[in-house]
């Protein structure tokens, strides 16, 4: 269940932007807090704040993703934060990336006005910097890519 949960983990909260689709039911998330490996009790508003010069850059496994907003956004995203504990299991996990979890969340940011796009991580940099490809938008509607690779 929480290599499950893993795969909806971007920088350490789980984002559900899409109230009509859970990615995990609610039981499931509860079991994952008893477990002290999530806090599913209220979702919390994670503050993102941007502007064209400034987006959000998160880490979404081995993809680096930006946020960006032509003007300025303070953007709140309803979310679920892993606890310490869940933190450093998700570092031992296997996890596998869904496209559709990406593409819920750009729907969700594109009703915000933001834009969510993603580049493959190339190389960790000894002072926790990344080096990464080249950044390409993820779509909400596009059926055809199976990975955010540009």
């Known amino acids: 269940m929480f290599q499950e949960l893993c795969s909806f983990v971007i920088e350490h909260f789980v984002y559900s932007a899409d109230e009509d689709k ?3 039911s609610f039981g ?23 502007d064209q010069a400034n987006p959000s850059h998160l880490r979404y496994q081995n993809w680096m993703l930006r946020i960006s907003s032509e003007g300025k ?3 709140q995203v309803p ?14 996990t ?5 496209m559709e979890y990406l593409k819920s969340f750009s729907r969700f940011l594109r009703s915000k006005n933001c834009e969510l796009s993603a580049a493959a991580i190339l ?16 779509e909400p509607d596009d059926q055809t890519r199976s990975d955010p690779r540009p």
């Open 22 to 24: 859970p990615h995990l």
């Open 28 to 50: 499931k998330m509860l079991l994952l807090e008893d477990a002290g490996l999530v806090n599913a009790g209220p979702m919390i508003m994670r503050n993102l704040e941007l």
């Open 73 to 75: 956004t303070n953007l």
């Open 79 to 92: 979310a679920y934060a892993l606890t310490p504990a869940g933190r450093e299991l998700q570092r031992l």
């Open 94 to 98: 296997a996890c596998t990336p869904k």
């Open 123 to 138: 190389e960790e940099l000894p002072d926790g910097r990344v080096r990464h490809a080249g950044f390409s938008p993820i």
